[in-house]
């Protein structure tokens, strides 16, 4: 079983849509999570951290749910600009940073 | 503002030749990272440094090498280059464990 798995898309939603990617992670040791952009032949950057208590900033939104050992990312108002990959990033082991293999998405005008 | 620089952005080897793929952090981060990334996948951690003099194994190590003499370089080496070792190379550091900083990227391809 992979350790952080996510469905790879795409997700091809119109603009001004609300979309929503999963991510779960197999090792409930993990202590902390991320959410990382990567535009097309570009390198990851980060997005955003996710808190248990959930955290939001500006239109995107990140759950964590350690039962379910469950992420989500929740984008609000699409933009053709939020066209990207998406990396669900489990932290694990002191400085041990797992990647999923990335959610594409694809914002239509 | 340079934070994690990799050489060279685009590289063609031949098969069975070697190279060094050159990766500087000016942040003072202790940890550095090296991860590929084929077309359409996920990364794979290569390498990893806790620090100068200390190097581990990643999930996909096969054919490469590296070495940490100082806080600042990682550089990668691959030696006897394969086509299987085409592709997108990311160097990357951390110091808080919260940023993974990544650089630019480096595009390998082997024919």
């Known amino acids: 079983r992979k350790e952080v798995e996510q469905d790879p898309g795409p997700f091809n939603v119109p603009e001004g849509a609300t979309v929503a990617f999963n991510c779960t992670y197999s090792?409930?040791?993990?202590?902390?999570f991320f959410w990382y952009r990567q535009d097309c032949r570009k390198e990851p950057k980060l997005l955003m951290s996710?808190?248990?208590s959930g955290n939001e900033d500006g239109r995107f939104t990140a759950q964590l749910n350690r039962a379910s050992q469950y992420i989500s990312l929740l984008i609000r108002d699409s933009k053709l600009s939020d066209s990207a990959t998406y990396l669900c990033?489990?932290?694990?082991?002191?400085?041990?940073?797992?990647f999923g293999p990335g959610t594409r998405l694809s914002v239509l005008p | 503002n340079a934070g994690v620089t990799q050489t060279p952005k685009f590289r063609i080897l031949k098969i069975g030749q070697s190279m060094t793929l050159q990766c500087a952090q000016d942040m003072n981060h202790n940890y550095m990272y090296w991860y590929r990334q084929d077309p359409g996948m996920g990364l794979k951690l290569i390498y990893y440094?806790?620090?100068?003099?200390?190097?581990d194994k990643g999930e996909v190590p096969n054919g490469y090498n590296v070495s940490r003499s100082t806080t600042e370089d990682f550089p990668l080496r691959l030696e006897l280059a394969a086509p299987s070792q085409t592709s997108v190379y990311f160097c990357?550091?951390?110091?808080?464990?919260?940023?993974?900083?990544f650089g630019e990227g480096s595009w390998l391809t082997v024919v």
């Open positions: 996710v808190y248990s």
């Open positions: 440094s806790v620090g100068a003099g200390i190097t």
């Open positions: 090792n409930s040791a993990s202590q902390s």
């Open positions: 990033v489990a932290l694990w082991g002191g400085q041990n940073f797992v």
């Open positions: 990357a550091s951390t110091g808080d464990g919260n940023t993974i900083y």
